[in-house]
């Protein structure tokens, strides 16, 4: 049964407001008339992914599902920062139990948003850089606002994206584009990013990108469900199994990576070249 009933709305939201302990970095809201759910990630200030998040955004995937959602829109609370992708404090001389946690969730976070049965959309209401276009790309479409960023710029930051953001890439934006875009660490503006592919709509505010996102999931309307998520395993699907076989191997890969001296160096440079806040001595 769908969460459209008012009995299942109820429980969802009671779910969402207990949810979290510490007030929810992930703040859901289902429109009674139409079934979508809006997911606004809520992390100040630029949402960037840390275990905690991670795990919020997790659960919430699960239980959209768990639901029968129509359709989900994914955003931001912030009107600058989509995603500012990992947290690249958290990823500065890290625990190595809590990074191993933190891209095991990740994972999970892809495998469920990019293989989610209901249909998706990431309305961009600000920059989204690496793990914020990672959200993004889960997404079966995209609405972003003029004057922001989006990309997979790993490679600037001194490492590859995984197979599976590659393949997440290379799906929408085919692969030549995905080869220069990747290889260079582009971080696209909006119009460019219109121009490629890589986002569907541009949008002026923000309640335009809804209405657009909320347009497009009503395509589905009269889409037997079943056959909708069929066809969007088919087309996923294999990408997700390799995932899948590959997680615990990839883990251990990252987790080695991460930790390691050369890896620590590049990182706490390019914190000190690009964020504001800066790394104590
Ligand atoms: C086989 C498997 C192995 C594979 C191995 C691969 C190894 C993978 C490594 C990890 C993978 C990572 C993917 C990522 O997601 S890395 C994150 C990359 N993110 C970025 O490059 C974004 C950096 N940030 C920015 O460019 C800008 O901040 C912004 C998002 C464009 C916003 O700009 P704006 O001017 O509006 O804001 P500020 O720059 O002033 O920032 C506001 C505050 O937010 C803090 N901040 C920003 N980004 C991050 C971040 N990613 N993590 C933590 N904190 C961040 C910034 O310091 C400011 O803090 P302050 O308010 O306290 O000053």
Known sequence: MAFRTARNLAYFSNYIRNYSTNGPLVNVTVNEKSGFATATLQ???????????????????????????RGLILTSASNKVFSAGLDLFELHKPNADKIKQMWSTLQEVWIKLYGSSYPT???????????????????????MLN??????????????????????????????????????????????????GLVDEVAQSKEEAIEKAEKFLNKFAKIPPHARSMTKAALRGANIQALVRNKDEEVRSYVDFVTDSQFQDSLGEFIELNLKQKLSK
């Open 121 to 143: 959309v990431a309305v961009v209401n600000g920059h989204a850089p690496a793990g914020g276009c990672m959200l993004a790309l889960s997404c079966e479409y995209r609405v």
């Open 43 to 69: 992390r100040p200030s630029v949402n960037s992914l840390n275990l905690e998040l991670l795990t919020e955004i997790s659960h919430t995937l699960q239980q959209l599902e768990k639901n029968k959602c």
């Open 147 to 196: 004057n922001f960023i989006i990309g997979l710029n790993e490679a600037q930051i001194g490492f590859s994206a995984p197979m599976w953001l590659i393949d997440g890439m290379r799906n929408t934006i085919g692969s030549r584009q995905a080869e220069f875009a990747l290889t260079a660490g582009t971080l696209f503006k909006t119009e460019e990013a219109l121009k490629i």
